[in-house]
Structures are given as structure tokens and as C-alpha cells.
């Protein structure tokens, strides 16, 4: 059973940062692709970050980039998300988020099979 658990969200105030953990198990982690998601009150989930399963590849949403790094330890079987000089409007959901193979790097939502329960970012100006 495919089980999913972020942890390390919390309330920052804008320009600090936070470093999001998502804990894998029950199946084959290092051959998944993985990703970070995040969903705001009101709006669509969107794609934060995506990294191949050997951590070789990474993709971000533009919103992000420079700011947010995206890293996994295939030994540990966790998945990170190291968030620097955030913004009120990085405040959301925060969800990990894993895919069968073959990874695209593709920052969409419903390509991913399997999902955490979410941990929330909170950012005040």
C-alpha cells in the first residue's frame, strides 16, 4: 500500500523559509517520479515541482523558480521541498505526489497516482 506523509509546513512570515519532507512507503520509491503540489482556497491545484527518480531531472513552475529546490534521497525514500524567500502567495496545500514511470517532468496533477494528505504553508505579509 502506497502511503504518502508531508510534514514541515507551518506559518512563516514573507521572505523566510520553510523546508517541506514527504516520507514514502509501500512501494519501489527510487523508480517513481515525484512531485510537490499545492492548492490555495478557492483555486485549482497546481504543479510546484517535479523531480525524476533519479534526481537528475527537475522542473518548476515559474511562479517558483529560484526560490523553491526540489530533492529526494532514494536511501531515505523521502522527498523534499526547500522553499526560500516566500510569498504571501506561496501560502496553500502543500501535497507530494508520486508517479509510475515513465516521468515527463510534466507539472500536472492528474498524471500522479498516488498522493499525501497535504501539509499547509501559511505566509503573512
Known amino acids: 500500500q502506497v502511503q504518502l506523509e508531508e510534514s514541515g509546513g507551518g506559518a512563516v512570515q514573507a521572505g523566510g523559509s520553510l523546508r517541506l519532507s514527504c516520507a514514502a512507503s509501500?512501494?519501489?520509491?527510487?523508480?517513481?517520479?515525484m512531485g510537490w503540489f499545492r492548492q490555495a482556497p478557492g483555486k485549482e491545484r497546481e504543479g510546484v515541482a517535479v523531480i525524476s527518480p533519479g534526481g537528475a531531472g527537475t522542473r518548476y513552475a515559474e511562479s517558483v523558480k529560484g526560490r523553491f529546490t526540489i530533492s529526494r534521497d532514494n536511501a531515505k525514500n523521502t522527498l523534499y521541498l526547500q522553499m526560500n524567500s516566500l510569498k504571501p502567495e506561496d501560502a496553500a496545500m502543500y501535497y507530494c505526489a508520486a508517479k509510475i514511470a515513465p516521468c515527463t517532468l510534466a507539472l500536472t496533477a492528474t498524471r500522479f497516482q498516488y498522493w499525501g494528505q497535504g501539509t499547509q504553508v501559511t505566509v503573512s505579509s
Open positions: 509501500g512501494y519501489p520509491y527510487s523508480n517513481y517520479c
